[in-house]
């Protein structure tokens, strides 16, 4: 069983910084594709960030420039450093990631963290 737990969020004024974690753990045989995505009441959810295992990376539009996502392999975990912070940035995240567990090597499948509130006050 694969596991993604997420830790960070939390409460900052306008223009304050927060900083996302994500690891991944349990029978992982290989972790491909990560991001994170974020999804704020009465809206469908929406990709922020995404970073490949080669760690080439893709933004919204909305949070470029603001957002940085990067990863540690060695750790099995995804960051997200998140600046400039808006209210429209609230919301709460997920962390997702794209895993052969070692159970079935040949299927990639999408997992999901619990989810974190970020809450942006003006």
């Known amino acids: 069983q694969v596991q993604l737990v997420e830790s960070g969020g939390g409460l900052v004024q306008a223009g304050g910084s927060l900083r996302l974690s994500c690891a991944a753990s349990?029978?992982?045989?290989?972790?491909?594709?990560m991001g994170w995505y974020r999804q704020a009441p009465g809206k469908q959810r929406e990709l922020v960030a995404a970073i490949t295992s080669s760690s080439n990376t893709d933004y919204a539009d909305s949070v470029k420039g603001r957002f940085t996502i990067s990863r540690d392999n060695a750790k099995n975990t995804v960051y997200l450093q998140m600046n400039s912070l808006k209210p429209e940035d609230t919301a709460v995240y997920y962390c997702n990631a794209r895993i052969r567990d070692r159970r079935n090597i040949l299927r990639l499948i999408d997992y999901w963290g619990q989810g974190t509130q970020v809450t942006v006050s003006s």
């Open positions: 349990g029978s992982i045989f290989s972790l491909n594709a």
